[in-house]
């Protein structure tokens, strides 16, 4: 069973900015793919960030691209999530998840191994 351990999330104004963490077993994590998703009350699971194996290529969801910016440290065996300027509809439970493959990915299917989920709470 392959342990995802993410950070505290937290509470902050609106245009703030808040990073979270995600740190996984070693050799269960640079193989693979890295994503975050997030659910808000009431709403499905949404795609937030990919990044691939290596770092190098990202995709972003729509509502917050140019906003969100997901890195990776191998060496760290960590995946980060930094968010800027946070509007009130990012209030959600963020969660890490780890691929199936070494390939950036939307698809919710492609992901095995989840964290717990971190609470972000935005205020307007």
């Known amino acids: 069973q392959v342990q995802l351990v993410e950070s505290a999330g937290g509470l902050v104004q609106a245009g703030g900015s808040l990073r979270l963490s995600c740190t996984a077993p070693?050799?269960?994590?640079?193989?693979?793919?890295m994503a975050w998703f997030r659910q808000a009350p009431g709403k499905e699971r949404e795609f937030v960030a990919s990044?691939?194996?290596?770092?190098?290529?990202?995709d972003y969801g729509a509502s917050v691209k140019g906003r969100f910016t997901i890195s990776r440290d191998n060496a760290k065996n960590t995946v980060f999530l930094q968010m800027n300027s946070l509007k009130y509809e990012d209030t959600a439970v963020y969660y890490c998840?780890?691929?199936?493959?070494?390939?950036?990915?939307?698809?919710?299917?492609?992901?095995?191994?989840w964290g717990q989920g971190t609470q972000v709470t935005v205020s307007s």
């Open positions: 998840a780890r691929s199936n493959g070494v390939g950036t990915t939307s698809r919710f299917s492609n992901y095995d191994y």
């Open positions: 990044i691939n194996w290596l770092g190098g290529i990202t």
């Open positions: 070693g050799r269960t994590f640079s193989s693979y793919a």
